[in-house]
């Protein structure tokens, strides 16, 4: 006990080893849903499955271990929401890359974002870049889970006279996904420890009532041909669009990660911890695509653990044995089916979506960038094209109003790239 007071400097954070690891604990069963959650859909990229499954268990817990001890600070890392469906349907389903070309993506991206967080460039680089562009891209990555979220429930399909329409909520699916969302609302406004859990329960047990066999029941095996840890593959790195999808992911991941590892130093009022936790960030994201997952970042549910009392790593630390532990329920996790996910992306979406309310869209040249950004993201399939278009559009208005000295250099280098890449890729006579 003494050693890791010491490690953890227990008595400095006015905490116990017992306070601690029940911070963690408490922060596990908040987040365990991600394990399940982020295997479907990087299963939906090709990636097996079971596969999926153990590199979304192993980099939670090897994220979870380095922010304990890098950053001493109770941040959970797992695969974030948002961006993993950024590397299923943007940068494998809409942009073309096979998952071992995407898993070389975020294997340079998180390179890039050590670099950012090692040196200044996080600074000048949040600095640089329009608040309302940073909370446009959160905006509209709800507005893409939301989506995704109704398409798996069966609550939305493809329309006969339009992109959309409301689906047949007299099938089992629909009506599953009904019921599992009606308690996920519930357990989530009532605040009930583990409620996305909880949800994911409820959906399998509505699967046996209603008959309804999960696509990923019959992935029980773990063969060769499961593993995805090293498969990264650079064929592309020579092209456009893989530097493209690197410079889009990288962006999420250095903008989402400075809010959220900001507000949780300031929420436990230790801001020292900033600059370590977003170090132990940035070499998680990196080992994510090593071992064969979307990029981890500092979760949301993280403040459920510090409300419990965590203050240092050692909350962290417990929540990553814990999540090596879930390694001895990998074989029931393909019966999980997609109502049962449906409703948690749902809520996610909603709750990203809510950023709106800091928006200031009062002034024409900030709101349209922003409005396109958000929209084109969803309706395009591709955060990339929907980041790119608002990025465009931005420096363009400032220009075409007389306000170029709002744009800074950074964010004007950034658009003149995103602007080469449509006119390289869009353009049907070059």
């Not at 006990?1 to 911070?23: C, N, P, R, Y």
């Not at 001895?328 to 709106?356: E, N, R, V, W």
């Not at 950004?373 to 400032?398: E, H, N, R």
């Amino acid at each position: 006990m003494k050693s890791t007071g010491g490690i953890f400097k227990l008595d400095q954070h006015d905490t116990t080893v017992k306070k601690e690891v029940s911070a963690g604990v408490v922060g596990f069963f908040t987040i365990v849903y991600i394990v399940a959650v982020n295997a479907l859909i990087l299963s939906e990229s090709g990636m097996p499955f079971e596969g999926a499954v153990i590199a979304t268990i192993a980099v939670s817990a090897l994220g979870c271990i380095l922010m304990a001890f890098i950053g001493n600070a109770p941040i959970i890392l797992v695969p974030g929401m948002g961006i993993n469906a950024m590397f299923t349907y943007t940068l494998v389903n809409a942009m073309g890359f096979t998952w071992q070309e995407a898993l070389a993506i975020v294997t340079v991206s998180g390179l890039l974002f050590i670099i950012v967080a090692f040196t200044k460039l996080s600074d000048v680089l949040n600095t640089a870049i329009p608040q309302i562009l940073k909370d446009a891209i959160t905006v509209g990555l709800g507005f893409f889970l939301l989506m995704i979220g109704l398409e798996k429930g069966s609550l939305i399909t493809q329309g006969d006279n339009a992109l959309l329409a409301i689906g047949h909520f007299n099938e089992p699916e629909a009506l599953a996904t009904i019921i599992t969302l009606l308690v996920a609302l519930i357990l989530f406004v009532k605040n009930v420890p583990g409620h996305f859990l909880w949800t994911i329960l409820t959906g399998t047990i509505l699967s046996f009532v209603f008959s309804i066999v999960p696509e990923n029941a019959s992935n029980q095996t773990l063969t060769a041909d499961s593993i995805v840890w090293f498969q990264m593959s650079f064929d592309s790195w020579i092209e456009i669009p893989f530097w493209i999808g690197v410079f889009s992911l990288t962006m999420v991941l250095v903008f989402e990660n400075i809010g959220l590892v900001h507000g949780h130093v300031s929420f436990i009022k230790k801001p020292e911890k900033y600059e370590g936790a977003l170090r132990a960030n940035a070499i998680s994201a990196f080992s994510s695509g090593l071992i064969g997952s979307s990029p981890t970042v500092s979760t949301v549910e993280s403040t459920a653990a510090m409300a419990a009392g965590g203050r240092t790593g050692l909350t962290a630390l417990t929540t990553g044995v814990l999540f090596i532990v879930s390694a001895a329920f990998i074989p029931y996790m393909g019966y999980i089916p997609d109502h049962a996910i449906a409703p948690i992306l749902i809520i996610i979406g909603i709750l990203m979506i809510q950023q709106m309310r800091h928006m200031k869209l009062d002034d024409f040249t900030e709101s349209v960038p922003a409005i396109l950004l958000i929209v084109m993201i969803p309706f395009t399939y591709s955060i990339a094209d929907g980041i790119a278009i608002g990025f465009i559009m931005y420096p363009f208005l400032k220009f075409m109003t007389g306000r170029w000295r709002e744009v800074s250099m950074p964010l004007l280098i950034i658009s003149i790239l995103f602007l080469l890449y449509f006119i390289i890729h869009f353009i049907p006579f070059l």
